[in-house]
């Protein structure tokens, strides 16, 4: 259920004007954007994309929704992102914030093994990641699968080697955002970046058992020192919430990252699904930028479709339309209205709500081998373009 925060409906209010609803006058354009922060890793840097891919940032930026100042360094670890909240000029971007976007962890859980793993790879002369569990192993000097477990066993050591560690800087980043009681803190789950490859069920029993001996101790600290923990913090902050990457990534990963180069950030089209995610929690639905979601909400996009439909032009703003559009068609229309109305009422009733997307990606990365193009479903703008 969406929470209220007084000082990001204020600065909305700069973005989108309150729909009267005895008129029907244009809402004005806004003179000034609500201020984003960005903390974090390289999930936030747009590292490892391709020149002229977008990063999730780049993505929200384009919107014209908001002003961001983005604070992410590559490589940032746990530790590196608590340390740099002791900067002067971080506190003050972040005391001035009307959202706070956080990413971090990542960096604490995968960085070893993705070492070993390289490691792994030039010493028995595979080409790729995926090479290690559907080559030929005789070819590479294993006369059995099996052979395969030790070094996964490694390197899923290496994954849990600072998971306390990193675990308790987390915490001590909770903390210290604390205190700014004036924004809306959006922490983002870390995904497992090994959660899953593609030809996984068509492993034999032995392979499969090697890639679990790895992939399952990924899971189980990602969602044990992270993500746990974050759910049970926000549940407990009023002006923190979660957006689960790690749910949207799961069993995908293959699909969202270049895990098969051993690179740890997600690629474009992981990048839109995170910017997606984020927008939808930061505005959906807000239409009149009022923090909540009312029918207030509702009447203006009735307003705006009965306008644009009798040739009258929009009443709403680009920016606006985005936040109206619930159901990701691409139009606003009495359909977003109706889940407008159903979000309010269940959350005037204590329950939680979520707009039903029209569309949703089948097939997501079209650079993947073996990828139907055709397959791609998707009418959301923060979707990457295909060529």
């Known amino acids: 259920m969406m929470k209220k925060f007084s000082r990001l409906a204020v600065c909305m209010m700069a973005v989108v004007c309150s729909v009267n609803l005895m008129q029907m006058p244009a809402i004005a354009q806004a003179k000034e954007l609500p201020n984003v922060v960005v903390i974090g890793d390289s999930i936030s840097t747009g590292a490892g994309l ?23 360094q590559d490589s940032f670890t746990t530790a590196d992102v608590l340390d740099s909240l002791n900067d002067a000029q971080i506190q ?15 960096h604490d859980i995968m960085d070893q093994f993705l070492v070993r793993a390289n490691g792994f790879m030039t010493e028995f002369g595979f080409k790729k990641f ?33 998971r306390a560690e990193a675990a308790a800087n987390m915490q001590e980043i909770t903390v210290k955002l604390e205190q700014y009681q004036n924004a809306k803190i959006i922490y983002q789950t870390v995904y497992n970046l090994l959660d899953n490859i593609e030809i996984y069920d068509t492993l034999d029993i032995k392979r499969q058992t090697a890639y679990k ?78 923090g909540k979601i009312d029918a207030s909400d509702a009447s203006a996009v009735l307003i705006h479709a009965a306008s644009a439909g009798a040739g009258k032009g929009s009443i709403l703003t680009e920016a606006q339309q985005k936040c109206a559009d619930v159901d990701g068609n691409g139009k606003v229309d009495s359909q977003d209205a109706s889940q407008i ?10 329950e939680d709500y979520e707009f039903v997307r029209s569309a949703q990606i089948v097939d997501a990365d079209p650079n993947q081998p073996g990828t139907d193009q055709s397959e791609i479903v998707d009418a959301d703008p923060f979707a990457p373009a295909i060529s």
């Open 50 to 72: 391709a020149d002229g891919e977008k990063s999730y940032v780049d993505l929200i930026q384009e919107s014209g929704s908001v002003a961001i100042q983005n604070f992410a």
């Open 92 to 106: 003050q971007a972040l005391s001035e914030a009307d959202v706070i976007l956080v990413t971090v962890g990542i």
């Open 130 to 162: 995926i090479d290690v569990f559907t080559a030929k192993l005789e070819q590479y000097g294993f006369e059995d699968e099996m052979e395969l477990i030790p070094y996964a066993n490694t390197m899923a050591d290496d994954i849990k080697a600072n």
């Open 213 to 290: 001996s790895i992939m399952n101790p990924a899971g189980s600290v990602v969602n044990g020192c992270y993500n746990d923990y974050l759910a049970g913090y926000v549940e407990r902050q009023e002006n923190a919430v979660l957006v689960d990457v790690y749910s949207a990534f799961a069993g995908n990963a293959w699909q969202y990252t270049n895990l098969y180069d051993l690179e740890i950030n997600p690629n474009a089209a992981g990048h839109a699904l995170i910017a997606k995610a984020l927008f939808t929690e930061m505005f959906q639905g807000d239409v009149n930028g009022s």
């Open 341 to 350: 109305l159903i979000y309010a009422a269940k959350a005037g009733s204590g």
